[in-house]
Nanobody
Framework: QVPLVESGGGLVQPGGSLRLSCVASGSIFSSATMRWYRQAPGKQREVVASIAPIGNANYADSVKGRFTISRDSAKNTVYLQMSSLKPEDTAVYYC??????????WGQGTQVTVSS
């Protein structure tokens, strides 16, 4: 079983919305803080949002008020609802745990392109 599978990316116009999904294996999801990261061309990967097992969420300043992270324990899935998208949100988006990220273990990510 693939540990993490991201989906939901695509091409969207500025001001539009997308919802990303990440299905994780139960062994990863149940007790881990889940994070969404993104990496734009030529830039370092950055944390966009994180959510603790009990639901506490944190966001990068650049996405506060526009993105919402959530998790569904019954489905082992974490979501990223993105609204009021801007061209600078264009990136490959990844979900992961801190531990897997520190070990360099990543999924394939999902491409988000914001363009008119």
């Amino acid at each position: 079983q693939v540990p993490l599978v991201e989906s939901g990316g695509g091409l969207v116009q500025p001001g539009g919305s997308l919802r990303l999904s990440c299905v994780a294996s139960g062994s990863i999801f149940s007790s881990a803080t889940m994070r969404w990261y993104r990496q734009a061309p030529g830039k370092q990967r950055e944390v966009v949002a994180s959510i603790a097992p009990i639901g506490n969420a944190n966001y990068a300043d650049s996405v506060k008020g526009r993105f919402t992270i959530s998790r569904d324990s019954a489905k082992n899935t974490v979501y990223l609802q993105m609204s009021s998208l801007k061209p600078e949100d264009t990136a490959v988006y990844y979900c992961n745990t801190v531990l897997r990220a520190s070990r360099g273990q990543w999924g394939q990510g999902t491409q988000v392109t914001v363009s008119s």
